[in-house]
């Protein structure tokens, strides 16, 4: 099969990670893969198979403008063409494919608009739930859902959520974890218990959330801790209550160093749709706090995980503590959080995926 994805950028981020790792996979697997982004070229970060192009029409474009038509516009806001319909640029450079995969609700226009191939949407979240604050944004992405697209849906919170608000479901098919990546890797353990989480601004990553669960620990606990938090806004640290080391952009195997050191990862979104953090956790052998909504296809409470209503810092600092202070508890989470993150490898992933899309062909030849 030749197959496009279609990007809204490809900078390093979980969503553009489990793009790319069906992708590259699906490459090795011997089909012809594609991707087209907006933005300047990101992917430096991924290593990707041969079979794989990617494509970003936008920042050619860009390349293309002289200096002086370049001044024009700063100086006299003068706005070029390739400024005035991203999706048009978007979709004129989608090649022929058999299989044209939006992966976000502005790719989905350039997707059905640029008539290529069989159109197919890669949910990752319900994404009118990014635009809360903007009415015209808020029903231009939920109308994405009413195009005439196959569906690949990444949890079961999510397909409800189509259920609900849409009316229809598709196929779920939740994100891996590469064990040869993320596994238990020997670390000299520190004095101090060492609490783990993904350091980003983004009200739904619900970071504030896990500073004022640390402050309700720090009150009433006499627990020496650190905090990690990775990702790439160093600034983070200064609002944390408890002595915070920020680690700027690890490499896979950096992370998983990082897990393996950590005594609890805690993941206090609002509300995600099958993120990569918990089972990378899970895969290390570190213990797992995690908020509800998103989580549910691989955490189960008090099994392979400890798991919150978001926006409760005091449940979240309950969790964290039981973790920290029942060494069974803690054990128990680890065993059970290694054999769900066996379950989930992004074989079984991409397996699943190529068979929607055959499905699909096969049924369009007949």
Same mark, same amino acid.
């Given at each position: 099969?030749?197959i ?8 390093r981020?979980?969503?553009?990670r ?5 992708g590259?996979?699906?490459?090795k697997?011997g089909?012809k ?5 907006l933005?300047?070229p990101?992917h ?5 198979n041969k079979?794989?192009?990617? %494509?970003?029409p ?5 390349? /293309? +403008?002289?200096i002086s038509?370049g @001044?024009?516009?700063?100086? #006299?806001k *003068?706005k070029?063409?390739?400024?005035i319909d991203?999706?048009?640029i ?8 058999d299989?044209n995969?939006a992966?976000f609700c ?17 949910i990752q979240?319900?994404?009118p739930?990014?635009?809360t ?8 992405a939920?109308e ?6 196959e569906?690949?849906?990444?949890s079961?919170?999510?397909n ?8 229809r479901?598709?196929p ?7 064990t ?8 000299e353990?520190?004095?101090?218990? %060492? ?7 983004? /009200? +739904?990553?619900?970071?504030?959330? @896990?500073?004022?669960?640390l #402050?309700? *620990?720090?009150?009433?606990q ?7 938090l ?7 640290v ?8 920020y680690?700027?952009?690890p490499s896979?195997?950096e992370l ?17 749709s099958s ?16 908020t509800r909504?998103?989580?549910e296809d ?5 099994v392979?995980?400890?798991?919150v209503m978001p ?10 503590l ?18 769900t993150?066996k379950?989930?490898t992004?074989?079984?992933?991409v ?8 499905k699909k062909l096969k049924k369009g030849d007949?």
């Amino acid at each position: 099969m030749e197959i496009c994805f279609v990007m809204y950028g490809t900078s390093r981020t979980g969503g553009t990670r489990v793009l790319f790792e069906v992708g590259n996979r699906l490459a090795k697997k011997g089909h012809k893969i594609t991707f087209v982004s907006l933005g300047t070229p990101k992917h430096e970060w991924f290593h990707f198979n041969k079979n794989v192009e990617c %494509i970003y029409p936008e920042y050619n474009i860009f390349n /293309k +403008i002289t200096i002086s038509q370049g @001044l024009e516009y700063l100086f #006299k806001k *003068i706005k070029f063409p390739y400024l005035i319909d991203k999706i048009k640029i978007l979709s004129e450079a989608i090649p022929d494919c058999d299989i044209n995969i939006a992966t976000f609700c502005f790719t989905a226009y350039a997707v059905y608009r640029s008539g290529k191939g069989t159109p197919f949407y890669y949910i990752q979240h319900y994404e009118p739930l990014f635009f809360t604050s903007d009415r015209y944004f808020y029903l231009m992405a939920k109308e994405t859902y009413y195009l005439p697209f196959e569906w690949i849906v990444n949890s079961s919170w999510l397909n409800q959520m189509l259920e609900k608000e849409v009316g229809r479901k598709g196929p779920v098919i939740v994100p891996g974890v590469d064990t040869e990546v993320f596994h238990p890797i020997n670390t000299e353990k520190e004095d101090r218990k %060492i609490i783990i989480a993904l350091g980003k601004s983004s /009200k +739904i990553k619900g970071l504030d959330y @896990l500073f004022e669960a640390l #402050k309700i *620990i720090k009150k009433d606990q006499i627990l020496d801790l650190k905090l990690v938090l990775y990702g790439n806004e160093p600034f983070l640290v200064k609002r944390s209550p408890i002595p915070t080391e920020y680690v700027i952009n690890p490499s896979d195997k950096e992370l998983a160093k990082l897990y393996s050191k950590a005594d609890v990862a805690v993941i206090p979104s609002l509300y995600e749709s099958s993120p990569l953090p918990p089972l990378e956790a899970m895969a290390c052998g570190t213990p797992v706090v995690t908020t509800r909504y998103g989580t549910e296809d691989y955490c189960f409470n008090e099994v392979n995980s400890l798991v919150v209503m978001p926006g409760d810092p005091k449940s979240l600092a309950e969790a964290i503590l039981r973790v920290l202070t029942d060494e069974d508890l803690a054990e128990k989470l680890k065993i059970n959080g290694l054999k769900t993150a066996k379950e989930y490898t992004w074989e079984k992933t991409v397996e699943k995926v190529e068979k929607v899309l055959l499905k699909k062909l096969k049924k369009g030849d007949n």
